[in-house]
């Protein structure tokens, strides 16, 4: 199992070199790439342009769903899905120093990621969304809580970030209840300089309050 990074709390998601520009500007330290239905060519130029604007303000790249593409450009690390390469492949390939994370939908979801050497998780849905294709069960409250609660009796130490529709004001009950962190696309798509800060002054709130 590779040695715990450093993940951070607020995690966006984007398509566009240009919304990950105003993001950086806006202050985010993270970044998902998540491209769907391009050419590997196109989705590669998307990445490197990416890449270029995370260097450029020191924040790290995560490229979804793609591990080929992750090491070649020498992004900070990838994330697949439930219906992409297993977690303990990618890490196979792309080795301990990079970052892997797994999305998850249940309990057993969660388990295999850890066992597999997850640096993280990705659990959700929280709520509808018309980001993601194909959506998984939604989760609510309620199920995040259940979830989080049989992770900690089986000691399973992994930074678990909410997604799924996410607002600032479901910030204080998704924190309350253990979660690491938060990942985002359309509310801060929609107004970077307005949202970033907004959901970092949340989240760090929260966390002081934990």
């Not at 240009?18 to 330290?29: F, K």
């Not at 490229?63 to 297993?86: R, S, Y």
């Not at 309990?107 to 659990?123: N, Q």
């Amino acid at each position: 199992m590779s040695p715990p990074k450093p993940i951070s709390t607020l995690h966006y998601i984007t398509d566009r070199p240009e919304q990950t520009e105003r993001a950086c500007r806006a202050g985010i330290d993270w970044v998902q790439l998540r491209v769907k239905n391009h050419t590997y060519a196109d989705w590669k130029a998307l990445a490197v342009d990416t890449l270029a604007i995370c260097r450029a303000f020191g924040v790290r790249l995560i490229i979804n769903d793609n591990v080929t593409l992750a090491g070649e450009i020498g992004a900070d690390g990838v994330h697949v899905g439930l219906t992409d390469m297993p977690v303990a492949d990618a890490r196979r390939l792309l080795g301990a120093s990079m970052i892997v994370g797994g999305t998850a939908n249940t309990l057993d979801d969660i388990r295999r990621h850890h066992e597999a050497g997850a640096d993280y998780v990705g659990l959700g849905p929280y709520r509808f969304t018309t980001t993601k294709e194909k959506l998984s069960p939604i989760l609510g409250l309620t199920g995040y809580d259940h979830i989080l609660t049989a992770c900690r009796h089986e000691d399973i130490a992994l930074p678990i970030i909410a997604i799924g529709g996410l607002d600032v004001a479901d910030v204080p009950n998704l924190m309350q209840i253990g979660l690491h962190g938060i990942a985002v696309s359309s509310a801060i798509s929609r107004d970077p300089a307005g949202q970033v800060p907004a959901f970092q002054q949340a989240l760090r709130t929260n966390l002081m309050i934990g």
